[in-house]
């Protein structure tokens, strides 16, 4: 999450907690009672994750928790955490988008050195080695954050190797008995105008008719292509989105995911479907005329208030029933930083109340969020961290990329207490 982004977070946290707190012992104490009462096992079972009532159910039908991890920084980098800049390129800023007009404009790279690199950092930055370490940590699921630019070119035509890498990424979650969540982490014309979707030129989803059109065919065209495969747990429609820039999600989101969920439900009945409200519960709309089937609700938690860490997972706790979303609820980022205590406090909070999770993220360059020292408290974000001085692509060598490239593998990368955490629990 970008760092300007959390800072928001952190102003707009204070009011929605004042208003809530009075409701928020009542609804603690349900959600208690409720977290105590999860059946263990449903009757009917077919070898996909589902969703019934607040809770998960693994494809034998028993109750089942996301513990994961997102794979960040691999499909989409992102400007404070990658190993690249585009030097004076346009805005300065990296982005997915950026960063391949920046390669393009480089007198130095031909279009097919350009591929070449592109398949170099794919092929180091994440390795079969990383799926077996993480599921050797005890957990059982990747986020795999990509973007439509991952699949398509510029005129949004489908290229002929779109899938080769989640394919891949697939196969080695099989390989290790772990499940991939496919997260839309920027659709076309982005819906966030964040960084992180791969591109901040603009807030163009909403009321663009083929940026829609075509979001709903990347999710047909996922939808064909693994209806049939357990090892995809999930589908999550889109990342972190906005109503309008710098504005939280709101009914026309969900709006457009409803749209979403019928164009996928037409294709493949069996996948669960994650409907994320961003940034809390109560940006999210109340979902019972939708009529869906199968969903889970999705958060995103960075605590950068002056709340603990527990006041603001009760705090989203409190929310989440004050919505009266009846339904499972899946953390799909959070982060406690350079405190332990608090991550195993978040890890127990989440298993006391059978909250599934995937932590942000796997590995990360701190390069640039360690040397903030505005930002001291967010000084770790990877289980793995790598510590290198990036490259601007806008006017380097292809050697000199290729070298910045190679050294992305993890085992360049240091394990952080995140690692202990996970390597030290009793999963």
């Not at 950092?121 to 370490?133: G, S, W």
């Not at 986020?143 to 005129?155: A, C, E, V, W």
């Not at 040397?371 to 770790?380: C, D, E, G, P």
């Amino acid at each position: 999450m970008k760092i300007f982004l959390r800072i928001i977070i952190t102003v707009a946290i204070l009011p929605f907690a004042v208003a809530l707190f009075p409701l928020s012992l009542t609804y603690l104490t349900l959600a208690y009672f409720n977290a105590n009462k999860r059946p263990k096992q449903r009757a009917a079972a077919n070898g996909f994750i589902r969703a019934e009532g607040r809770n998960l159910y693994d494809g034998n039908g028993n109750i089942f928790q996301i513990k994961g991890v997102n794979l960040g920084n691999w499909f989409v980098p992102e400007d404070w955490m990658c190993v690249t800049t585009v030097g004076n390129f346009e805005t300065g800023v990296y982005t997915q988008r950026r960063g391949i007009a920046a390669m393009r404009s480089n007198p130095n790279l031909s279009e097919k050195q350009i591929y070449d690199l592109y398949e170099t950092y794919m092929q180091t930055y994440i390795t079969k080695e990383d799926f077996e370490i993480i599921s050797k940590l005890g957990l059982n699921t990747v986020r795999i954050p990509f973007t439509y630019m991952n699949l398509s070119d510029d005129s949004k035509t489908f290229k002929a190797d779109a899938f080769k890498y989640l394919d891949w990424a697939i196969e080695m979650c099989k390989k290790y008995n772990l499940f991939a969540i496919l997260d839309l982490h920027g659709a076309p014309g982005s819906q966030n105008q964040d960084q992180h979707s791969g591109d901040d030129s603009g807030h163009n989803l909403y009321g663009n008719a083929e940026n829609q059109n075509f979001t709903v065919q990347i999710w047909e065209k996922i939808a064909d292509r693994y209806k049939d495969n357990k090892t995809v747990a999930a589908y999550d429609l889109l990342n972190e989105p906005r109503k309008a820039y710098k504005k939280f999600a709101s009914k026309l989101n969900f709006d457009f995911y409803d749209r979403l969920y019928r164009a996928i439900r037409k294709i493949d009945f069996n996948h669960l479907i994650l409907i994320e409200c961003f940034t809390f519960p109560t940006h999210g709309t109340h979902i019972g005329k939708y009529k869906w089937d199968n969903v889970c609700m999705q958060y995103h938690i960075y605590n950068l208030t002056p709340f603990s860490q527990l006041f603001a997972l009760r705090f989203y706790n409190a929310a989440h029933n004050f919505m009266r979303y009846r339904l499972p609820v899946y953390i799909g980022e959070w982060n406690a930083f350079s405190n332990k205590k608090d991550w195993i406090k978040s890890l127990d909070y989440f298993d006391k109340m059978g909250w599934s999770y995937s932590s942000w993220t796997y590995k990360a360059n701190k390069y640039f969020y360690s040397r903030n020292l505005l930002n001291a408290k967010t000084s770790t974000w990877g289980i793995y961290e790598l510590d290198i001085a990036p490259v601007d692509i806008s006017t380097a060598s292809y050697e000199e990329i290729l070298n910045k490239y190679l050294q992305t593998s993890t085992a360049n990368a240091k394990a952080s207490l995140v690692f202990d955490v996970y390597n030290q629990r009793k999963f």
